[in-house]
């Protein structure tokens, strides 16, 4: 595919890459910015103004510091300073959290070590994704680019009573900023390495004292990181762009109506999927003589994907997403308190074709793609209010969904004769290869009606219907000036309907070679079928063909929670609270028939939140505890290989977890602002048996002790009559803790010649020069300063069958360039 251009003239590209390598190259401490800033002309923010950030995570308006609940603020001049375009960009700078987004239209959510594997429409996230208060289901249109972001509120445990199911790990608020009072405008544009084009704009209209019209794009490009060797495509590339309307009108001065419009559109090719068998290892098919990887594959001979040459050559392969979304929002104040109505619109469709067997050898083909389509309604009211005695929020909410997936396996003839082989024995003689030899001799117009180089396809078409309704409340109550006991509860009902179907093949190519060879066929009594049935998804493995098949559930649940705070004195708040979450059960798309039920965690947790306005220090701190029940784990099952290719199942775990998190905030000098946070956790299963048998009850679940980051920022007034700023972060995650079945799911050590599951570091560092009222500005970013790489985890679901690993891993230093204007 062919990237629109939009080149800088050669001498300012090259001034800009200059001035970007000087910031990447001197570079040697390790730490990072701070996420609020004073406004433009004001003195420098003290470390309490962060304490003083208006959040909404108890679904009322709160000074951040007054919540109970541990909670991590990312702040738009956070997400600036980092240069992110999405929130997997920054995910390792918020410990406890991990956003996968290799795939945008199929990222992975992590919060204290609890994740949901399973991408597909059967199934939901643990963590719940919120986008101004409306519930993004679908992983694939949960991971959408920053749009005018206001700020994001990460909540850690179980939110089961304020946020409903699905967030029963933990939940991501995302607020966008709403239309003003005030005419404002603002541009931007990002140059970097490896193509880097970003551009953003944003004007804010009011059109009359009681209506104001706010609309932002977005466009984010850039040529890639990674080159196929032997195609020169370039993989990693970006192609998003979006756009967001939004319009306030002021009815009555106790009414009001936001509308708002989102829109995106991505286009990019798909993950890159680097192979490891080196093709000088490469071994003659029995029988054949066709040069393929060895089986089974040897760890010992892997190359290491940091270093080795990319190969993919999945046909039409690509990920595009269409996102559209609108929300109707109404507020109504009362002398008693507000109503607020919620009415939101979603619908997405996605494809996601890739590699799968990292390697560009007919022999060995083998792509997979998911194609989804989805719609969804959803409806919240809610009724708010605060007496001397109680603050209250009650609330029901309606969801109703309608998904539909396909999951596509391809493969060509060539490979399925290696995967009858490896798989079979080399004594097996039912291949295609084996056929056209046979039937050649026989005089066979193999020009015209070749057996082999002939694509097949198998899918699994699913449609789901689901329901959710729930009614809700919490109050706070005020027991004293200083005593404060919260408690409120969640009825949840989900209805799910859910259906499986599995067609017979598709290889029109080959039905037209059957159809002309069937005279030959009939002759020597060679049967046709053996040509055309399913090899992938069939009765073997659990996929009868040609048959619908249906399933129905629903669950109820309750979420209830507690939680004690006293204040100490005004400036420190201690709490102790207990928790519980649910996530609604469903379904794994490509294994027909499974049906798992939902899943619920107990979340016991104490704090302390403190802010020391003398030393302008902030200072917080939790330890917790929960027990997880029936979480839903999508790992390979090393016992279909007998039946074709391997396939993903989800099974069912307990785990359970103690931890502990900190963060702290500190200005020791005008201008200087220092702060970090730290995740400490140990994570095992309580009661789990892997489908490969082994019994990992009591085994670390893969989630690694230690993460946290830390930040530096420090402003120099008067610079050229402006402020120069520099930023500096450095964020770490410990090391896969492994477990008996680490080495099959390839996320920990595979092969001597490189790491998995190691420990992560990244440290970005940004220098930004700002005129007085901040019109105007330009800066030097440089992300992942130190060019560290790793490789992310191992893919072992062709090596049982063609021997054919593959990996994943992080990309490369970035570093830019950012001009702006604003009015």
């Known amino acids: 595919m062919h990237m629109r251009q939009r080149p800088l003239a050669t001498t300012l590209r090259r001034l800009l890459a200059g001035g970007a390598l000087l910031l990447c190259a001197p570079l040697a401490a390790q730490d990072a910015p701070q996420e609020s800033a004073a406004p433009p002309g004001a003195d420098a923010a003290k470390a309490t103004q962060l304490g003083n950030i208006t959040v909404t995570a108890q679904s009322r308006s709160q000074e951040m510091q007054s919540v109970p609940i541990p909670l991590q603020i990312v702040t738009a001049r956070q997400v600036d300073t980092l240069a992110a375009t999405d929130l997997s960009k920054m995910s390792l700078f918020v410990p406890g959290l991990v956003v996968g987004g290799d795939q945008p239209t199929q990222p992975s959510y992590q919060m204290r070590g609890i994740s949901t594997d399973d991408f597909g429409v059967g199934t939901e996230s643990a963590v719940g994704v919120y986008i101004d208060g409306v519930y993004a289901a679908r992983s694939g249109g949960a991971l959408l680019a920053f749009n005018d972001i206001a700020r994001i509120e990460v909540l850690k445990g179980p939110q089961g009573t304020l946020f409903g199911r699905n967030a029963a790990a933990g939940a991501i608020s995302i607020v966008t900023n709403e239309p003003t009072d005030r005419l404002e405008g603002k541009a931007r544009l990002r140059f970097g390495n490896y193509g880097r084009r970003y551009g953003d704009a944003l004007l804010n209209v009011p059109l009359n004292k009681d209506m104001a019209l706010r609309v932002s794009v977005l466009d984010n490009q850039s040529d890639g990181w990674a080159k196929d060797a032997a195609t020169g495509q370039h993989y990693g590339k970006d192609d998003d762009w979006g756009?967001?309307?939004?319009?306030?009108?002021?009815?009555?001065?106790?009414?009001?109506?936001?509308?708002?419009?989102?829109?995106?559109?991505?286009?990019?090719?798909?993950?890159?999927?680097?192979?490891?068998?080196?093709?000088?290892?490469?071994?003659?098919?029995?029988?054949?003589?066709?040069?393929?990887?060895?089986?089974?594959?040897?760890?010992?001979?892997?190359?290491?994907?940091?270093?080795?040459?990319?190969?993919?050559?999945?046909?039409?392969?690509?990920?595009?997403?269409?996102?559209?979304?609108?929300?109707?929002?109404?507020?109504?104040?009362?002398?008693?308190?507000?109503?607020?109505?919620?009415?939101?619109?979603?619908?997405?469709?996605?494809?996601?074709?890739?590699?799968?067997?990292?390697?560009?050898?007919?022999?060995?083909?083998?792509?997979?793609?998911?194609?989804?389509?989805?719609?969804?309604?959803?409806?919240?009211?809610?009724?708010?209010?605060?007496?001397?005695?109680?603050?209250?929020?009650?609330?029901?909410?309606?969801?109703?969904?309608?998904?539909?997936?396909?999951s596509q396996t391809n493969v060509y003839t060539d490979s399925i004769d290696t995967l009858a082989t490896n798989v079979q024995g080399a004594a097996y003689t039912d291949t295609f290869a084996f056929y056209q030899s046979v039937l050649q001799t026989l005089g066979a117009p193999w020009n015209q009606y070749p057996l082999l180089g002939l694509p097949w396809g198998e899918r699994i078409n699913n449609v789901g219907r689901f329901k959710a309704y729930a009614a809700y409340g919490d109050v706070i109550w005020h027991l004293s000036d200083r005593l404060d006991l919260t408690t409120g509860v969640r009825f949840t009902r989900d209805q799910k309907e859910f259906s499986w179907f599995n067609p017979p093949r598709s290889a029109p190519q080959l039905d037209a070679s059957i159809a002309g060879l069937m005279p030959l066929l009939d002759a020597f009594g060679i049967d046709p079928s053996i040509f055309q049935q399913n090899i992938i998804f069939n009765a073997a493995s659990g996929a009868p063909v040609g048959v619908l098949v249906t399933s129905h559930d629903t669950w109820n649940n309750v979420s209830p929670r507690v939680v004690l705070d006293y204040k100490f004195t005004p400036d420190v708040m201690g709490y102790a609270s207990v928790t519980k979450g649910y996530k609604a059960g469903g379904y794994n798309s490509v294994q027909i028939g499974s049906h798992f039920a939902p899943e619920k965690v107990t979340n016991y947790e104490a704090g302390l939140k403190t802010v020391f306005p003398e030393a302008n220090l902030l200072l917080n701190g939790s330890v917790y505890y929960?027990?997880?029940?029936?979480?839903?784990?999508?790992?390979?099952?090393?016992?279909?290989?007998?039946?074709?290719?391997?396939?993903?199942?989800?099974?069912?775990?307990?785990?359970?977890?103690?931890?502990?998190?900190?963060?702290?905030?500190?200005?020791?000098?005008?201008?200087?602002?220092?702060?970090?946070?730290?995740?400490?956790?140990?994570?095992?299963?309580?009661?789990?048996?892997?489908?490969?048998?082994?019994?990992?009850?009591?085994?670390?679940?893969?989630?690694?002790?230690?993460?946290?980051?830390?930040?530096?920022?420090?402003?120099?007034?008067?610079?050229?009559?402006?402020?120069?700023?520099?930023?500096?972060?450095?964020?770490?995650?410990?090391?896969?803790?492994?477990?008996?079945?680490?080495?099959?799911?390839?996320?920990?050590?595979?092969?001597?010649?490189?790491?998995?599951?190691?420990?992560?570091?990244?440290?970005?560092?940004?220098?930004?020069?700002?005129?007085?009222?901040?019109?105007w500005g330009i800066a030097l970013y440089c992300n992942n300063v130190f060019n560290k790489r790793y490789v992310t985890g191992v893919s072992n679901i062709t090596e049982s069958v063609f021997g054919t690993p593959y990996a994943s891993i992080t990309p490369p230093r970035m570093w830019g360039v950012e001009l702006r204007a604003r009015f």
């Open 243 to 406: 756009s967001r309307v939004s319009w306030r009108w002021n009815v009555t001065p106790d009414t009001r109506v936001l509308l708002s419009w989102d829109h995106e559109e991505l286009k990019q090719p798909p993950h890159p999927a680097f192979g490891l068998i080196p093709a000088s290892a490469y071994v003659a098919r029995p029988g054949s003589g066709v040069m393929v990887p060895p089986f089974p594959a040897d760890p010992s001979t892997y190359l290491n994907p940091l270093h080795a040459p990319l190969y993919n050559d999945a046909v039409g392969a690509a990920e595009t997403r269409r996102f559209d979304g609108a929300t109707l929002n109404i507020d109504h104040g009362f002398d008693w308190g507000s109503l607020t109505s919620i009415t939101a619109w979603r619908g997405f469709d996605t494809l996601n074709l890739g590699d799968y067997d990292g390697t560009d050898n007919l022999d060995t083909y083998l792509d997979t793609a998911n194609v989804e389509h989805n719609n969804s309604w959803y409806q919240e009211f809610k009724l708010a209010g605060n007496t001397a005695l109680i603050d209250w929020v009650a609330g029901v909410s309606w969801y109703s969904e309608q998904a539909r997936q396909t």
């Open 626 to 775: 929960y027990r997880y029940d029936n979480k839903q784990s999508l790992t390979l099952d090393p016992n279909s290989t007998g039946n074709g290719i391997p396939r993903y199942l989800v099974n069912s775990a307990d785990q359970e977890a103690k931890g502990v998190e900190l963060e702290a905030q500190w200005q020791p000098l005008d201008g200087l602002r220092l702060g970090g946070n730290l995740a400490w956790i140990d994570a095992t299963y309580r009661d789990y048996v892997a489908p490969s048998g082994a019994d990992l009850s009591g085994e670390p679940t893969g989630e690694p002790y230690l993460s946290y980051a830390a930040n530096l920022a420090y402003t120099w007034h008067g610079v050229a009559g402006g402020e120069l700023e520099f930023d500096l972060n450095h964020a770490y995650r410990g090391k896969s803790r492994c477990n008996r079945d680490s080495q099959l799911q390839g996320t920990c050590q595979v092969s001597p010649n490189f790491e998995t599951g190691a420990a992560q570091q990244r440290t970005d560092a940004r220098l930004d020069w700002r005129a007085p009222g901040d019109h």
